[in-house]
């Protein structure tokens, strides 16, 4: 006998039946809604009362905390070699459910299971289960069918559809869930969902699951319970990474006649019994219709069952947890030869308002399937053009480094033929371009290495940096008949600084200066100290720049004519702002003019 209780009244019922039944083997549960034959309802009680001729019924339960062991203690009890089917019944807000089927599993994994978490009409407060005399408010209870003629066939439907991207589970522990895609739970329903759903968790959350996709099995997680903290407990487990999707009822497929897909199997299986065990959430989200799902099943043979907080479910030698389902459990003791005939079902769902909801349905599946197509496009052109990205920095890696080494041997030698000849106008034009080769080298040495490498700050004279690396780009503007003149107010400006990332802003204003400089034009570095600053500016008469903040970004060129990548003042500007440098921009027909002005905080304490 199992007794489906949804008005509160479970050890009343069950005494009552053991007092007149002493010998029936009897298990119940409260409900989020009852089953009996062709009709649904709500806080009633039904009790189902099945007689078998060649099957023996044991019952028991487990009151072990540990919902693993749990599984495995009421295993124990009641497996044994003759055993089809357990159904079962835990409590519905405190078991980990998906856990205490595994424990049935490391028991047994071959005998098929069916049942559901017991339900309390969506108050998600506290719900009971029973086995014989005994209530219990957490834990299992069971009966097991033994026999070697009884015939059980098990069966789902889904019909719950994902929609929108997939999201990350961040951090979780078992069945609660505290970050999704880096926001708290409760904050990613009010996100997706709205306030007002948010705020009614769990009642709301158990009609949008968050939906795994394991290959061809859809699993659903519906919420049970929500805590201060904005974490939420789901009715099963998750794993750090898993990739959910939000779920929404799919009210075409659910309206379809479930029969039509096991039409012929059921012929010739000849079930005696259907036992139901389908998801609140179904109920609650299709009210008007949900018998739809349910009279087919009626118009065989006799039903019976209840809408649960989750159901179990066994799949080829594996106990699933499963949400939004509808689970079937078909017996059979009949051993004839003779098919049954199915009838056919007259579906009173097609109205206009359930064509509607078709409609809809199908409207939202189909954008969801054409979202995932572009979606699927893509990722797979981002995962392409991140190939085509790391090849490219592959051989920039390669070609920077085999470039090191000719240009060492090469400047080596410049230097080495200088001091036997003397400098000559073809050694000197060979040493210009081998300064502008090693300055391109050093960038794109700096962008490679730069997310990789530690960059230390050391003491620096900015001052004598500054003349340092006057001196070396000096011959290159001498070819285009232009001079340095540096002028500083101060003889020594000490700042704690990386030289790799100083140098990235020295060379790329004096290089640039020289290269946009006018014929006969002075190009003038001027360094001051102010206000506990210091101030790098780099002046010369050029063209006037028409985009001052255009010039910082990676690859732009205002000047088509000009040789070079675009990619030198995009650097400084990572640099200065990663060191908190201010660039300040000023140009036009008579002065062009770059200044940095580094922070107090970088210089200060460091003129000891």
């Known amino acids: 006998m199992q007794i489906f209780c ?128 005994k209530v219990l408010k957490r834990g299992s209870v069971a009966v097991a069918l033994n026999s070697k003629i009884l015939k059980v066939y098990n069966d789902y439907r889904f019909n719950w559809s994902t929609i929108g991207v997939g999201h990350t589970i961040d951090k979780v522990k078992d069945n609660r869930v ?50 201060k903290d904005k974490s939420l407990s789901f009715s099963g487990n998750f794993k750090e990474g898993d990739i959910v999707k939000l779920g929404f009822g799919n009210a075409e497929m659910i309206m379809q006649n479930p029969i039509n897909e096991l039409r012929n199997l059921l012929e010739e299986f000849k079930p005696e019994s259907f036992f139901l065990y389908s998801c609140m959430a179904r109920r609650r989200f299709m009210p008007n219709f949900i018998n739809v799902e349910i009279e087919p099943f009626s118009n065989i043979t006799s039903t019976s069952g209840f809408f649960t907080y989750a159901e179990f479910f066994h799949n080829k030698g594996h106990n699933e947890l499963l ?61 392409y053009s991140n190939r085509l990205l790391a090849s490219q920095r592959q051989f920039l890696r390669h070609a920077v480094h085999e470039t090191n080494t000719p ?38 040495s700096f962008l490679i290495k730069k997310d990789q ?46 030289e790799s990332k100083l140098q990235r802003i020295i060379d790329n204003n004096l290089t640039n200066a020289i290269k946009y400089t006018y014929e006969n034009e002075n190009i003038y570095i ?20 028409q985009d001052p903040k255009k010039i910082f970004e990676e690859y732009y060129r205002e000047e088509k004519n000009k040789k070079g990548l675009g990619l030198g003042l995009n650097l400084v500007k990572k640099v200065c702002q990663e060191e908190n440098i201010q660039i300040d921009v000023i140009s036009d027909k008579n002065n062009t003019c770059f200044t940095y002005t580094f922070k107090g905080e970088a210089s200060e304490n460091l003129t000891t």
């Open 526 to 545: 001027d360094l001051k100290s102010e206000n506990n600053n210091y101030i790098l500016s780099i002046s010369s008469h050029s063209c006037v720049i």
């Open 178 to 227: 505290y970050s999704i895609s880096g926001m708290k739970p409760t904050d990613f329903y009010a996100k997706y969902l709205g306030q007002e759903v948010a705020k009614e968790l769990p009642s709301t959350g158990i009609e949008f699951p968050l939906i795994i996709e394991n290959g061809s099995l859809k699993t659903a997680r519906a919420v049970l319970k929500k805590h």
């Open 407 to 444: 240009l060492s041997v090469i400047m080596g030698n410049i230097e080495l033929y200088e001091m036997i000849n003397g400098r000559n106008e073809y050694i000197s034009n060979i040493e210009v371009a081998m300064k502008n080769i090693s300055s391109i080298y050093d960038d794109l």
């Open 6 to 133: 949804g008005d509160s009244k479970l050890q009343y019922y069950t005494n009552e039946i053991l007092e007149n039944l002493p010998n029936a083997k009897c298990i119940g549960t409260t409900t989020d809604g009852e089953i009996i034959e062709n009709k649904v309802t709500t806080n009633n009680t039904i009790i189902s009362i099945s007689i078998f001729e060649d099957t023996s019924i044991q019952a028991n339960y487990s009151t072990i905390k540990d919902s693993f062991k749990n599984g495995q203690d009421l295993a124990r009890k009641l497996i044994s070699e003759d055993t089809k089917l357990l159904i079962i019944f835990t409590d519905g807000t405190i078991t980990n459910a998906e856990e205490f089927l595994k424990g049935i599993e490391s028991i047994n994994n071959k005998v098929i299971i069916c049942g559901g978490m017991a339900g309390d009409n969506s108050e998600f407060i506290q719900t009971y289960i029973s086995c014989k005399e």
């Open 323 to 383: 949400n939004q389902t509808l689970t079937i459990i078909a017996l059979s003791e009949n051993i004839n030869n003779d098919k049954i005939k199915i009838k056919e079902f007259d579906n009173k769902s097609d109205t206009k308002y359930a064509r509607t909801i078709k409609a809809l349905a199908h409207l939202i599946e189909q954008s969801s399937q054409d979202y995932d197509v572009q979606t699927k496009k893509l990722h797979k052109q981002k995962a």
């Open 453 to 498: 490498l530690v960059y230390n700050k050391i003491q620096i004279d900015l001052v004598d940096y500054v003349r340092s690396r006057i001196d070396f780009f000096s011959q290159v503007a001498l070819q285009v008949k232009s001079n340095f003149i540096l002028n500083t107010n101060q003889e020594t400006m000490p700042i704690l600084f990386s």
